[in-house]
């Protein structure tokens, strides 16, 4: 099974939709950093408790070593401690990472490191029948009334192909 480490804004959209438990239903090892998940709020925390307890979410928790390499390594200015060890984690593992922020998936892809996002998420749902088209469309919809940061014409795309 291929391994995906998710960082907090993949959570925190899929928790809002009511989607969280479709994301374990991919055909991926799913798996986050300790410091990802403290930057959720309890609720949020509560919501993937469920998950950690079945086995299939991960939280890694880093040793202070680990901590140490990942703070003396090169990364582009403005790239969030958290994101760092999303990269790093998901570069350790060999896997691809799950994540909406622009400047981490930029830097993933500049260390060829395969990265997708939401919109990606939405169609392996799609796809692999864990949600129909109408639901991805009316989930998709409620997305964009809330979430500005998303690519506006890539999500469009889906909801006219998927309506």
Known sequence: MRLAVTDANIFIDLIILGLVEHLFGLEFGIHTTQEVFDQLTVLQKESLDVFVDKGVLTVYAFAAD????????????GLEPTDR?????????????????????????QKRLEVHGLVWVFDQMVELQ???RTIAVEKLEKLISYNDRLPL?????RIRKWR
């Open 130 to 132: 864990l949600i129909s």
């Open 153 to 157: 014409e890539e999500i469009m795309k």
């Open 66 to 77: 680990q901590l140490v390499e990942i703070g003396g390594l090169d990364f582009p200015a």
């Open 85 to 109: 060890t999303v990269f790093y984690y998901a570069n350790q593992l060999g896997c691809l990472v799950i994540s909406g922020d622009n400047k981490l998936r930029k830097f993933c892809e």
